[in-house]
């Protein structure tokens, strides 16, 4: 009983293994799109129907009116053949052919005695051949030959007699149901007809999804909305009508953070202005120079903190040079007699948010130069992409905490998550940047030893 368990178990491992590969092989290779998914699932089953009506209906109407045709035209024979039998006089085998030839639509031509040809090899999908074979075995009983291929359009039977042999030439659609593809020709139109319908009824559909989509991806990256109106099915429709109260929303919250924030760095600032003028009226002195410093990091970090908070989605779309971007930080690293390069491959230009792309160059580089002594930077045009790629010799990230440096206000002291005012949002604001851009922020480690900020934006 144990082991019948156990072999049961292994036919069930086995059959779910199996569900399991044939599952991911249907998502390998079927299509994803909703429009594409549509079809197909309009299209198959309409295959499958007209297969199963071809198969089964077609094949038994061709078969069967097939039948009665071959029926016909050996009954036609037979009855000249006992007529042939009956008569000896010449002038009545004339008579007879003359008959044949204008009642029965038959050419018959009766010959000496001689042995008939050998079989022809049989065709591949020949109905008519063993049907016809089947009804002259049947109602005439007598040693025969057919070709039903060779004439073309006729069908050719040869019946051997005791004294003659009898040579008749018929239509092959008078023995041969031949126009049954009339109707396999209506179903494929039919069908085609349809599924243009569907494939225009169907684009009517999928278009306002991927304006919604379109819509709902720009808003994401932060652009701005071309007017934007919910059409299509009523379910698109609701869907529509969420998202455009859902922006309401995020814009009204977003512009509420605005103000605060522009309320609480007019404030602070004041009581930061206010410090250091009582700082600088009160004198020279050993505690009130490393209070002034105080002030100074809180000024900084002040400002570093509204620059994490402020929305980069306020600023629109447009162009920027990476050149221009990449030459003042390299004067600046000489300045720091740190050494910088760059190489750009294609266009300088790019579509970007200008200062906001350009802070994202900063941070990178500005942590470069603080712990590395050389940078350098490629730029490269990728068929649907910009990729930046940022090199330095620096002491590197460990790659257990590569993901962690992107946290907004984690330090690593010992490596280069710290940004110029000490509060660990340099790369925070790096990723955050390139998010609103639809791209993304990967670390790696560089040839140079230290390490590789690869920054990938859509073109």
């Known amino acids: 009983m144990a ?54 209906v077609m094949e038994r109407h061709w078969q069967m009116v097939t039948e009665r045709l071959s029926a016909g035209v050996t009954r036609d024979i037979a009855a000249i053949i006992e007529i042939l039998e009956t008569e000896e006089d010449e002038a009545d085998e004339a008579r007879i052919v003359r008959i044949a030839r204008e009642k029965l639509d038959l050419s018959i031509y009766i010959e000496p005695k001689q042995e008939l040809p050998a079989p022809l090899p049989r065709q591949y999908f020949s109905i008519l051949d063993n049907i016809l074979e089947d009804q002259i075995t049947l109602q005439i009983g007598k040693p025969f030959w057919i070709d039903t291929y060779g004439n073309g359009s006729l069908v050719e039977i040869r019946i051997q007699l005791e004294d003659h042999t009898l040579r008749v030439f018929t239509r092959r659609n008078q023995a041969y149901a031949s126009n049954t593809h009339i109707f396999i020709v209506w179903m494929v139109g039919a069908s085609l007809v349809l599924v243009g319908i569907s494939v225009l009824f169907l684009r009517g559909q999928i278009r306002p999804i991927l304006s919604l989509a379109q819509a709902a991806e720009s808003f994401g990256k932060g652009q701005k909305i071309m007017q934007y109106t919910p059409r299509g099915a009523d379910e698109v429709r609701r869907a ?202 990967t670390l790696d480690n560089s040839p140079l030893g230290g390490l590789r900020v690869i920054v990938r934006i859509p073109a």
């Open 3 to 56: 082991s019948l368990d156990f072999m049961n178990k292994i036919q069930n491992s086995n059959i779910w293994s199996w569900w399991r590969f044939a599952a991911r092989w249907l998502r390998h290779w079927l299509p994803t799109g909703l429009y594409t998914r549509s079809l197909l699932i309009i299209i198959l089953p309409m295959i499958l129907l007209q297969a199963v009506v071809v198969t089964l």
């Open 240 to 441: 529509g009508l969420a998202f455009i109260l859902m922006r309401e929303r995020i814009e009204r919250q977003l512009e509420q953070r605005t103000a605060m924030l522009n309320g609480v760095s007019h404030d602070l600032r004041t009581i930061l202005t206010r410090f250091k003028l009582q700082l600088a009226l009160a004198g020279e002195s050993a505690g009130l120079e490393e209070l002034d410093r105080d002030v100074d990091d809180m000024q900084s970090m002040l400002e570093a903190y509204l620059t994490f908070a402020r929305d980069g989605a306020e600023e629109d779309i447009g162009k920027l040079a990476i050149s221009q971007v990449l030459e003042k930080l390299r004067i600046d690293f000489d300045l720091h007699d740190k050494v910088m390069t760059y190489n750009i491959y294609g266009s300088d230009v790019i579509a970007a948010r200008p200062n906001a792309f350009a802070r994202l160059i900063g941070n990178i580089a500005g942590n470069a130069q603080r712990y590395a002594n050389t940078l350098h930077v490629d730029v490269r045009h990728a068929p649907k992409s910009v990729i930046l790629t940022f090199d330095d010799d620096g002491p590197g990230i460990p790659e257990d905490l590569r993901e962690d440096v992107f946290k907004p206000f984690f330090r690593l002291d010992e490596a280069r998550n710290l940004n110029s005012s000490g509060t660990g949002l340099g790369l925070s604001i790096v990723k955050d940047i390139a998010i609103s851009h639809g791209g993304e922020v």
